[in-house]
């Protein structure tokens, strides 16, 4: 019997108490894409200083949706910190046109999201237009082969199916307790060591 290959595309990564790196601690990461070479994936819920409204000024676009102004720009991994990833609802097309690539880089998660990292997509929102919904991150996260998996193993991360509503209707700083929920746990009940005598 084959060994069956672990797919966590469109999951969250919830770190573990013992997870102290700066980056993931008390991290949730929404895998982008997993499989035999490694993974991607971006974390949801650590905003950094940059707002969307400030982005769009650094890079001389207009803010054309006010409703994502103040949105911050989250710190999603240790990887291109200068490079901006755009996570989104998929864009759905009208049949005559569902073949065409809608921004020039977008990677489609199964049973999921999409990200983007073009331009293209930035320039739609800031003229009002665009997905309705957008996480925006500078950097992501990565693990090489089998890397994660070990991690996995050692109890780092604990993992569960990814809900959309998580990632754009919770404010950040619950995100981390919103997704241990979709297990059915509270934080206090992860422990960060066995108890002492």
Known sequence: MS????????????????????????????????????????????????SFKALLEKIELPMGRADLADHPIFRGGPVQTDRGFVLHDPVVLDPPHAEEAVYASTLTIPGGLEMTTSKDILEAVAHGAGP??????????????????????????????????????????????????????????????????
């Open 3 to 50: 060994e069956s290959v672990l797919n966590l595309a469109n999951h969250f990564l919830i770190a573990m108490p013992q997870l102290e790196d700066e980056f993931f601690a008390r991290s949730v990461v929404y895998v982008c894409e997993h499989n035999e070479r490694g993974a991607l994936g971006l974390v949801i819920n650590k905003p950094g200083s940059l």
């Open 132 to 197: 309705r919904r957008v996480l925006v991150t500078l950097g992501y996260a990565a693990w090489g082969e089998g890397q994660l998996e070990s991690e996995l193993r050692e109890n780092a991360w604990i993992t569960v199916a990814a809900k959309s509503d998580i990632i754009f209707n919770i404010a950040p700083e619950d995100r981390y307790a919103a997704a241990l929920q979709e297990l059915g746990l509270q934080p206090w009940m992860l422990h960060t060591e066995a108890g002492n005598a």
